[in-house]
Nanobody, 131 residues
Framework: QVPLVESGGGLVQAGGSLKLSCAAS????????GGWFRQAPGKEREFVAV????????YYRDSVKGRFTISRDNAKKTVYLEMNSLTPEDTAVYYC????????????????????????WGQGTQVTVSS
């Protein structure tokens, strides 16, 4: 188990920036890929970004490419999501997720992007972007 705790959400104006953090505990964190999902009111939870266990490979949903950056610091057992040029459409509860990495990157990403496969979740942090 790798308990996850998010922080860094808040209220920001359109065009602004926020940086989310996801702190993990447990000695096996560096064997897990880490990522972010989000869920807006009345909508399904959707994939946002994922980083592999080493931090070398990343993947994003199309709508955040070029605006969001995912990274990790294994020494601090933390995954980050830096969000720039935020729009009201980015308003949602953002959830950190972790999944044991394996099976090659492209195949792994297809698995990770489906929230039904995720078993390790954080509690969520609210991001609200005002127009």
């Amino acid at each position: 188990q790798v308990p996850l705790v998010e922080s860094g959400g808040g209220l920001v104006q359109a065009g602004g920036s926020l940086k989310l953090s996801c702190a993990a505990s447990g000695s096996t964190f560096n064997r897990y890929a880490g990522g972010w999902f989000r869920q807006a009111p009345g909508k399904e939870r959707e994939f946002v970004a994922v980083v592999d266990s080493s931090g070398d490979s990343t993947y994003y949903r199309d709508s955040v490419k070029g605006r969001f950056t995912i990274s990790r610091d294994n020494a601090k057992k933390t995954v980050y999501l830096e969000m720039n040029s935020l729009t009201p459409e980015d308003t949602a509860v953002y959830y950190c997720a972790a999944y044991m990495y394996g099976n090659g990157w492209s195949k792994f990403v297809r698995v990770f992007m489906d929230p039904r496969t995720i078993r390790l979740w954080g509690q969520g942090t609210q991001v609200t972007v005002s127009s």
